[in-house]
């Protein structure tokens, strides 16, 4: 590989040797020192390659084996160069590209995140921007170490970060902290009582003495679990209750809509501006003024991508939506079916750590508004500390 590099930047030339004793001319050749590749047979006497210098020499060497040299192809920078000659447009050009290729190559053309669970990569970005490693950021002015204590600091979730720069692109591996179990180590004496009036289905004791039974009905405050307990010796102790008790608590939830409402729909029309994007530079290439009262705006990247990793470089595109109100007339059973869906929201999110038991509905519509009310009977753990206070 190394000596056809060599051969090319010298040049060399493939030629036909048209004689009939061609073994007469290798071995001229030869005794001249003149160095022959890539010789093979022909009809009218041999095809083979030398450098340039060389073939100047084999004209003479030619003409003692009775024999005439053409030149097949020639090969290499010399003749690119005289090809060229007076083209100062592409040298410039040529070297141009190179320079440009060196400063490019200097600055962060891409950033992966590796191993992003319950952050955000979007989050990620944003930190480590602030800290100072984003797509346009030149190599010399990174400072890994500073920019992984930074992030760190600034995002507690990360347990582990290793910032790894191969070529033009910046890869950020972590490791996020494992939730730390919550731990209670209040000791001091405390009763549980009940939250909410409701009816005992279940109790899970680990520590304090029950005072009810499965079944039994309780009003809030209640004491539900005693903290003093009797000991081996026959006395009085005070612990910290601790336990779990699961009731069949009754709750009223009312949901309302307005029968009539205005609402924003797309009228059809949009505004698209375009700007070309490089590193951290944004050109706009349109400027459209829509002027739209009522809009919504839509904003897309487009970037090339290398077949490994996105480059810098790509098109971004603003599109403005008009929207405008129309007044809409619902239905009951429109209006229903919305309430029903806010409904099952408000037991997904803020009920979600009690069992639904039974549902019961009434309502209707009143002064252009609809109202659904909703009885429920919902099974949740309704166990509350209270502090003992213990005179001397």
Not at 181 to 197: G, Y
Not at 332 to 358: G, P
């Amino acid at each position: 590989m190394i000596l056809k590099l060599i051969r090319w930047f010298r040049g060399y030339v493939t030629f036909l040797l048209v004689s009939d004793f061609p073994e007469r001319f290798i071995n001229l050749c030869s005794i001249n020192g003149v160095n022959l590749w890539n010789t093979v047979p022909d009809s009218k006497g041999l095809v083979s390659c030398m450098t340039v210098s060389d073939y100047r020499r084999i004209l003479r060497i030619a003409k003692k084996s009775k024999g005439v040299a053409k030149i097949k192809s020639r090969h290499g920078v010399p003749f690119i160069v005289e090809k060229y000659k007076g083209r100062y447009g592409i040298a410039a050009g040529g070297v141009l590209s190179i320079l440009l290729f060196f400063f490019l190559s200097s600055f962060i053309w891409s950033v992966n995140i590796i191993g992003a669970d319950s952050l955000g990569e979007t989050q990620i970005m944003n930190v480590l921007e602030k800290n100072g490693l984003t797509v346009g950021t030149y190599k010399g002015n990174v400072n890994v170490q500073q920019i992984q204590r930074s992030t760190i600091i600034d995002l507690p979730e990360i347990g582990w970060m290793s910032i790894n720069i191969q070529d033009c692109c910046a890869n950020v591996e972590l490791k996020e902290k494992a939730p730390v179990p919550q731990m209670s180590e209040d000791t001091s004496p405390c009763n549980i009582v009940a939250s909410k009036d409701g009816v005992i289905t279940d109790y899970q004791i680990s520590q304090g003495k029950s005072e009810v039974m499965r079944g039994s009905a309780v009003t809030e405050g209640q004491m539900l679990v005693n903290s003093v307990m009797e000991n081996q010796m026959g006395g009085v102790e005070f612990s910290h209750a601790k336990a779990k008790i699961f009731a069949d608590v009754e709750q009223t939830k009312s949901f309302s809509m307005n029968m009539e409402n205005y609402v924003l729909f797309p009228s059809g029309k949009y505004a698209d501006r375009y700007a070309l994007s490089f590193f951290n530079l944004c050109i706009p290439v349109t400027a459209v003024y829509s002027g739209y009262s009522e809009n919504y705006l839509q904003k897309d990247s487009y970037r090339v991508f290398s077949g490994i990793n996105y480059l810098p470089l790509g098109t971004d595109r603003q599109r403005e939506i008009e929207y405008s109100y129309t007044e809409i007339n619902f239905t009951e059973e429109q209006v229903r079916k919305a309430l029903l869906k806010e409904m099952s929201l408000y037991e997904i999110f803020c009920k979600n750590e009690s069992t639904v038991v039974s549902r019961g509905f009434s309502g209707g519509c009143a002064e252009g508004r609809y109202t659904l009310n909703v009885s429920y009977v919902f099974n949740e753990d309704i166990a509350k500390e209270q502090e003992l206070y213990i005179s001397e």
